[in-house]
């Protein structure tokens, strides 16, 4: 099974070199493997700053000082992750949140509702 993901995450993992992207793959098995359960380094839980919280998370791949990657996630029901926004924040620091967070939780919110939407329509006669 393939975690749902935004397309913006889609592209990024595709723009990957394969030995970054062999990185990435593996950090996010493990999310997918363990889910709420995955645990630091790779993943961290309940982002703060989210107003998804603590549904909010992050899959954390450092490889250098110029490669810190992270992609948000999203815990929604049955506790499935969603990838919802990734990028480096090498050179950018914990501003990197402040940014990017509103913009992860924005697209929770969008997919939420398309769950939402989708269950409503399949429960229909």
Known sequence: M???RHPQVAGWLQ???DTT???VDE???YLQEHGRAA???DVRHRIQISRHFPDMSEVRVDI??????RVLVGFGPNDVPALLLAGNKA???NHWYDENVPIADDRFDAYLAAL????TISKEP
């Open 2 to 4: 393939s975690l749902p």
């Open 15 to 17: 723009n990957l070199d």
């Open 21 to 23: 992207r062999g990185e």
């Open 27 to 29: 950090s996010l098995d």
């Open 39 to 41: 645990s630091l380094p």
């Open 64 to 69: 250098d000082n110029a490669h810190l990657y």
């Open 91 to 93: 050179g950018i620091g």
């Open 116 to 119: 939402a939407r989708s269950r």
